[in-house]
């Protein structure tokens, strides 16, 4: 089975991070992800219950996760559903856990900058207790109220006439 689910919702613990037996970086959080709806009557926002996510991601996800995120943060995760049961001799429970492909800040909560960071394997990439050193630090506009964005022939254009190169394969 191969399920893809996408969620959102608020991370509910500091992500923590370590490293398999074969060295691969890996990250673990949890996400709750409160179900609202309106209430006409009342004119009020009604909080229905919290699904509670567990989610690991691996390799460089892991590493940028890792470096990007802290409790509390509004998250949109993208990943391989996983749904298990458990028990460990004194309770039995169902653990509902996502293998993340994707991470991202939501930004209806907020703003976030983005740095490239270097695409090597996190030994090469500078990586010191988890957290990986920028390469080349191509940071994005933060500020971007006025800004509209065009992609012109291969670039990413400004408004204000900053261009930077779009080639395949930067979408990560």
């Keep these: 089975m191969n399920d ?3 969620i959102m919702g608020f991370i509910g613990n500091d992500p923590g991070g370590n490293t398999t037996a074969t060295g691969v ?9 409160t179900q ?6 009342t004119q009020t926002w009604i909080d229905q219950g919290t699904n509670w996510y567990n989610v690991s991601a691996y ?3 892991a590493v940028q996760a890792r470096a990007s995120l ?14 298990r049961d458990w028990d460990n001799g004194t309770a039995r ?11 991202g800040h939501d930004l209806r909560w907020g ?15 500078g990586v010191t207790d ?5 390469a080349a630090r191509e940071t994005f506009p933060t500020n971007t109220s006025d800004v509209e964005l065009d992609v012109q022939e291969g670039e990413l254009v400004l408004a204000g006439g900053d261009a930077w190169s779009v080639s395949e394969g930067d979408e990560d």
């Design 70 to 83: 802290q409790k509390g943060h509004p998250v949109i995760v993208t990943g391989r559903l996983r749904v």
């Design 36 to 41: 609202r709806r309106y209430d006409a009557k």
């Design 59 to 61: 390799r460089q996800l």
């Design 130 to 134: 988890g957290v990986a050193e920028p």
């Design 93 to 103: 429970g169902t653990s509902v856990d996502i293998d993340a492909e994707a991470i």
């Design 4 to 6: 893809t689910i996408t």
């Design 25 to 33: 970086p890996v990250v673990n959080f949890r996400v709750g992800s």
């Design 111 to 125: 703003t976030s900058a983005f740095v490239r960071t270097n695409r090597a394997h996190p030994a090469a990439a």
